[in-house]
């Protein structure tokens, strides 16, 4: 059984489509087709449906799913263990960081990365952050670093690296920029911007307001912190942003308990990091460090 018939399975798996796949893998559609063809002749069943313009995975699929992913992912880290026994750092580190990170914090450690290490591959996704644990979880990538959730996963070796405080914020003419000083509940009577609420952000804003059983009145729901600014800006409601987004915007006096974000980075607590991962680890280890000595 081939691996890159199994690649090309688990893209059309996870993109409902064989010219997505295809996209993904480089290759033609024809290429996809073909592979996806000999699986299921070797397999001896169908492994997809297709309903409209979605491909579907039928019950087959389904079963064959979660054996394709540990193949390929056994084939990856038998790969890695080879080249890990000689202490040498190559090969290729798949790394997810969620959108904020990726802009204001992680450049200048990619940066230093790279050039220390100019064998290794570096594979950067940017996602959301509730993304990048489930890519994690899948073994799709070996590294995340991402607002961490407030809940520990047995699954996951999770670290935090910064402390990230959120700010409550709104537009300068905005009416709540007149007040000296706010309580939770005027805030709650206001509309919010603020991340979807599936997100690790989102959990903790709202866990800070369910504590005095408030209701927030969601205006717009957003991923992107950079969007919300933008939303605040022009008026639209109030919200909280990491202090490195408040620029022009007007800080409020809110009486309540600081509210941090833990930014941080995780990995598959059952899978060793590569050497590749372990020098990433270590930079990001060493931003830790500098942090603390520095009071930041």
Known sequence: MQDTNL????????????????????????????RIALLEQQLGASLFDRIGKRVMLTEAGNAMLPHAEAILQGYRDAQQAVVDLDGVVCGELSIAISHHLGLHRLPPLLQRYNRSYPEVRLAVE???SEQA?????????????????????????????WED?????CARDHPLASARSLDLAALAAQPLILPGAATNTSALVRSVFNTQQLVLQS???????????????????????PVT?????????????????????????????????????????????DAAAHGA
């Open 126 to 128: 940017f996602m959301d």
């Open 7 to 34: 690649q090309a399975f688990l893209a059309v798996a996870r993109e409902h489509s064989f010219s997505l796949a295809a996209e993904q893998l480089h290759i033609s559609q024809s290429a996809v087709s073909k």
């Open 219 to 241: 205006a717009i729901s957003t991923n992107y912190l950079e969007t919300i600014k933008t939303m605040v800006a022009i008026g639209m409601g109030w919200s909280l942003l």
């Open 133 to 161: 644990y489930a890519r994690v979880l899948r073994g799709d990538v070996e590294l995340a670093v991402v607002t961490l959730a407030t809940e520990r996963q047995e699954r996951l070796v999770a670290e935090p690296i």
């Open 165 to 169: 405080p959120l700010r409550f914020v």
């Open 245 to 289: 987004l408040c620029g022009e915007l007007h800080q409020l006096e809110v009486d309540c308990p600081a509210i941090v974000r833990q930014l941080g980075y995780l990995h598959l607590a059952k899978r060793s990091p590569s050497n590749a991962a372990k020098r990433f680890i270590a930079l990001l280890q060493q931003q830790r460090r």
